[in-house]
């Protein structure tokens, strides 16, 4: 019988990728991180997030989870990688006047990363890891890759949060849930007598708060001066972590002759430019630090399909290799607040090519 090590939250979706293992004939071990320091101010809250005070509860409710499913459970605690690996890549990117995608890295370096290595060293053994992510994989023999697919419900698709995994990473992994709707789960849930998850939250962001500044010290941040496209002063910012392209909130601006968002911010001056919201619009981007997924790197451009965020519907595009690495999206239609930081991913139908950091 194989061993699978599942990474499990308590929620619905890891404890029934556990029970649909199960099922399946494998033998399930039960891992959960614990990455909260509380030494960061960070106050209870009813908005959900994996880095918090809440983090107790989740690991209580992993711990009754598999206590229920009958299976081994074992805290792994990572606080000091998860600051390395996730908040510290958060805080250098925001202060570069960047946008960060700290979901994207914590589920390459933590989940598939330095929980697996400690688990590991922990004298845990297994021969597969398992997520509860709506998502697939598969190896291709024609290229002999392992590929990551779009789940089948494509509503719940999470293949973008993993567009960083290597060969290795994809290879060893296992998703119970990229072939099962949401509402098949929920119905699978109650027909086994788990419908307590059913009703429970589930975690949707990175922060307990929206407070980004609590994992900043004081003076890293400095207010600055807003620009409008003309280079006219119009107003004052209280720190660029604050803010990322496209928002119109808490600009704090008035008189202005049409709704002003930010188009861009610039680390060095510590400054934002403002302006009409069509000057959002733009059709093509470069990206780096690419890492290539379903499919070698490619050598001459190629029809895709884009994602420039997690909730962007993606867009029709033409990507094109570069000689030092990068690539370039190009797309055929305008897309909103193509942002720096945040990580562009591509497919081809429902495979995931790969995926690159805007710059």
């Excluded at 998850?197 to 400095?222: A, N, P, W």
């Excluded at 209280?238 to 002003?260: A, C, D, K, V």
Aim: net charge negative; aromatic share 10%; hydrophobic share 40%.
């Amino acid at each position: 019988m194989k061993k699978v090590a599942l990474g499990m939250s308590g929620g619905i979706d890891s404890t029934m990728s556990a029970l649909l293992l199960m099922e399946q004939g494998y033998e399930v071990i039960g891992l959960t991180m614990s990455i909260w320091d509380p030494s960061i101010p960070i106050e209870e809250s009813t908005k959900s997030g994996c880095f918090g005070p809440g983090e107790v509860d989740d690991l209580a409710a992993a711990k009754l989870a598999s206590e229920k499913l009958g299976i081994e459970h074992h805290v792994i605690r990572l606080q000091e990688g998860f600051r390395e690996n996730v908040l510290d890549y958060f805080c250098s990117t925001y202060l570069d006047g960047k946008t960060p995608n700290p979901c994207v890295f914590c589920n390459q370096r933590m989940k598939f990363g330095l929980l697996q290595a400690q688990a590991r060293a922990a004298g845990i053994e297994y021969d597969l890891f398992a997520t509860g992510h709506y998502v697939r994989n598969r190896y291709d023999e024609a290229s002999g890759r392992w590929q990551i697919l779009k789940a089948l419900d494509e509503t719940k698709d999470q293949s973008y949060f993993l567009t960083f995994l290597s060969q290795e990473q994809i290879k060893g992994a296992i998703f119970p849930l990229g072939s099962m709707r949401k509402a098949d789960l929920k119905a699978f849930a109650a027909e086994r007598g788990w419908q307590y998850l059913i009703k429970k939250k589930e975690s949707q962001d990175f922060l307990e708060t929206d407070d980004y500044g609590v994992l900043f010290e004081e003076d890293t941040f400095q207010p600055g001066n807003i620009y409008d496209l003309d280079g006219k002063l119009v107003g004052k910012h209280n720190g660029l972590i604050h803010y990322t392209i496209g928002q119109r909130r808490n600009l704090g601006l008035s008189g202005m002759p049409e709704p002003y968002y930010v188009i861009s911010i610039d680390a060095r001056d510590n400054s934002l430019t403002v302006g009409p919201g069509q000057h959002l619009l733009g059709d093509r981007l470069i990206a780096g630090d690419v890492n290539w997924v379903s499919v070698e790197p490619i050598a001459s451009p190629r029809r895709v399909s884009a994602k420039i965020r997690l909730a962007h519907e993606a867009a029709a595009a033409t990507l094109i290799p570069r000689a030092d690495g990068r690539i370039e999206l190009v797309f055929d239609e305008p897309q909103l607040s193509i942002t720096p930081g945040q990580v562009a991913v591509f497919y081809d139908q429902d495979a995931l090519l790969g995926g690159g950091i805007i710059e």
